[in-house]
């Protein structure tokens, strides 16, 4: 293989990238569009669910209340 060949088949290899690349971000682009455009639907809910589906009840102190006194409460309350 003589240079210009060489130099051929690197440029016919970095033009060959950067048009897959270009090709995969327009994909990936219409691809988020289309995601972002449906409506959001409610989780299916199952027949034999007992429990919800958080498994804890997180609860935040007031303004007015100390942390403190949000632990205390829970642990009074058995939880």
Same mark, same amino acid.
């Given at each position: =293989?003589? &240079? *210009?060949?060489?130099?051929?088949? &690197?440029?016919? %290899?970095? %033009?060959?990238?950067?048009?897959?690349?270009?090709?995969?971000?327009?994909?990936?682009?219409?691809?988020? #569009?289309?995601?972002? #455009?449906? *409506? $959001?639907? #409610? $989780?299916?809910?199952? !027949? &034999? =669910?007992?429990? $919800?589906? @958080? @498994? !804890? #009840?997180?609860?935040?102190?007031?303004?007015? !209340? $100390?942390?403190?006194?949000?632990?205390?409460? !829970?642990?009074?309350?058995?939880?």
């Amino acid at each position: =293989m003589d &240079t *210009n060949q060489i130099l051929t088949l &690197t440029v016919f %290899v970095v %033009v060959i990238t950067i048009v897959g690349t270009i090709a995969l971000a327009a994909i990936g682009y219409f691809a988020f #569009r289309l995601r972002e #455009r449906r *409506n $959001p639907r #409610r $989780p299916g809910i199952d !027949e &034999t =669910m007992t429990r $919800p589906y @958080f @498994f !804890e #009840r997180v609860r935040l102190a007031g303004r007015d !209340e $100390p942390h403190h006194a949000l632990l205390l409460a !829970e642990d009074a309350d058995g939880d």
